[in-house]
Nanobody
Framework: VQLQASGGGLVQAGDSLRLSCAAS????????MGWFRQAPGKEREFVCS????????FYADSVKGRFAISRDNAKNTGYLQMNSLKFEDTAVYYC??????????????????WGQGTQVTVSS
């Protein structure tokens, strides 16, 4: 199983970025997909997640209204559109795949497979 996250970079506050997560080696359409982030010296935190059908998504309060998660099961790919980026969004962003259990969709422990991470740096 491999999850390949890409699309990170250095942007200015207010800019947008779109992250992608390409999955292989698993039946992507059977897994919840989530995005997490980890800033230096901090624990990995939940950003957002989306259910297998793509119909329902959950967001951390800190990104609600600015970020949008989506998925294309036919392409085995998930996306994270990040708008109005802030300095505090700076972190390594990880995509993850987990079993579709509603109660664990916001938890690191709810995900079995993880990508390698992509760095997002927002300058103020």
């Amino acid at each position: 199983v491999q999850l390949q996250a890409s699309g990170g970079g250095l942007v200015q506050a207010g800019d947008s970025l779109r992250l992608s997560c390409a999955a292989s080696g698993l039946t992507f359409s059977m897994y919840t997909m989530g995005w997490f982030r980890q800033a230096p010296g901090k624990e990995r935190e939940f950003v957002c997640s989306i259910r297998v059908s793509g119909g329902t998504a959950f967001y951390a309060d800190s990104v609600k209204g600015r970020f949008a998660i989506s998925r294309d099961n036919a392409k085995n790919t998930g996306y994270l559109q990040m708008n109005s980026l802030k300095f505090e969004d700076t972190a390594v962003y990880y995509c993850a795949a987990g079993l579709p259990i509603l109660s664990s969709m916001r938890s690191v422990d709810g995900y079995r497979y993880w990508g390698q991470g992509t760095q997002v740096t927002v300058s103020s």
